[in-house]
């Protein structure tokens, strides 16, 4: 594994990644449902990324639910980065979307 990867996070805070406890402990409608339809959308997306992800090649552990929601963590614990990046470069976050 290289080097980087052991500096980052092993989990991340985010909605998608809340399981029926922790969507529950939200009490709110509105916050619960918001939470089980980040949870939806990311095993969505995650299907519709599967066969391609089988395609390269990928190893089982990288192939699950659990690793795409890591990823999907890491990069957008990153964004902010590269939006500041992009700024002090000149581009426009709205021209990166």
Not at 36 to 57: D, R
Not at 66 to 85: E, M, S
């Amino acid at each position: 594994m290289h080097p980087y990867f052991l500096h980052l996070p092993r989990s991340y805070s985010i909605l998608a990644a809340f399981g029926e406890l922790e969507t529950q402990a939200l009490q709110v409608d509105y916050a619960i449902w918001a939470a089980q339809k980040a949870v939806t959308k990311a095993k969505y997306e995650w299907e519709q990324a599967f066969t391609l992800m089988k395609e390269l090649k990928l190893k089982p552990p990288l192939l699950t639910f659990r690793a795409w929601i890591w990823a999907t963590g890491t990069a957008l614990d990153l964004k902010p980065n590269y939006v500041r990046a992009w700024a002090n470069m000149g581009i426009s976050y709205a021209n990166q979307v």
